[in-house]
């Protein structure tokens, strides 16, 4: 069964550093997003991306963040200066269709600021 | 804005009982609304979508329902046994097309 992939499952990085986190979405997906769960809270929205743009953003998602699909395959999240309120799961998710259709998700990256 | 609300936050349940997990939201215009399972420290699976157009949808154990109108959703699980003990969260798209919300989930456990 197709599936969505994020690597790596864990990362560890100092506060201020940049991290990259991937993703590859199932293939004939059009639609790709990032959610992130911080400890104990609700899974929130970041960002959706389709034909090779941005397409809606959450208030989370400021200009430390970044996202692109560099090779046709991978989806990925950049987070240019960490801070150790970004510590949280992030999960990539893509759906084929925009309405009507069902999102899958990543099993998720755990991004650990210290 | 959509807000999504699970009760109850937490149930432990012995094995064999039927139980159900409710979701409420705020914003009744969705057009599908979507149900998942998160084991701990994991990812999320994808357990159900029920579309608008529908009242229930249907896999093994689970049956979800839906009432547009009155904003609310159920998950039943029938039979549970201790492997479904997760959380369970629902979700509904919120605003445009693209944004989910998601709800605070119910933690499940199912003892032996």
């Known amino acids: 069964e197709p599936e969505v992939t994020q690597t790596p499952s864990h990362q560890v990085t100092q506060m201020g550093q940049e991290v990259i986190l991937r993703c590859v979405p199932i293939s004939n997906h059009l639609y790709f997003y990032w959610y992130r769960q911080i400890l104990g809270q609700k899974v929130e929205f970041l960002v959706s991306?389709?034909?090779?743009?941005?397409?809606?953003k959450s208030e989370i998602f400021d200009d430390q963040f970044s996202v692109e699909r560099p090779d046709g395959s991978n989806f990925t999240l950049k987070i240019r200066s960490t801070k150790l309120e970004d510590s949280a799961m992030y999960f990539c998710?893509?759906?084929?269709?925009?309405?009507?259709?069902?999102?899958?998700f990543g099993q998720g990256t755990r991004l650990t600021v210290v | 804005k959509q807000e999504v609300t699970q009760i109850p936050a937490a149930l432990s349940v012995p094995e064999g009982e039927n139980l159900v997990l409710n979701c409420s939201f705020t914003?009744?215009?969705?057009?599908?609304l979507q149900w998942f399972r998160q084991d701990p420290g994991k990812g999320l699976t994808s357990l159900l979508l029920?579309?608008?157009?529908?009242r229930e949808q249907t896999s093994g154990r689970l049956n979800a329902s839906l009432d547009k109108s009155s904003g609310r959703s159920t998950l039943y699980i029938a039979a549970s046994q201790p492997g479904d003990s997760a959380t369970y969260l629902c979700?509904?798209?919120?605003?445009?097309?693209?944004?989910?919300?998601f709800g605070t989930g119910t933690k499940l456990q199912v003892i032996p």
């Open positions: 991306f389709y034909n090779n743009e941005i397409s809606e």
């Open positions: 914003d009744s215009a969705i057009y599908n």
């Open positions: 998710a893509s759906s084929v269709r925009l309405t009507n259709t069902e999102a899958f």
């Open positions: 029920i579309q608008s157009s529908q």
């Open positions: 979700a509904v798209p919120s605003g445009g097309y693209q944004k989910v919300t």
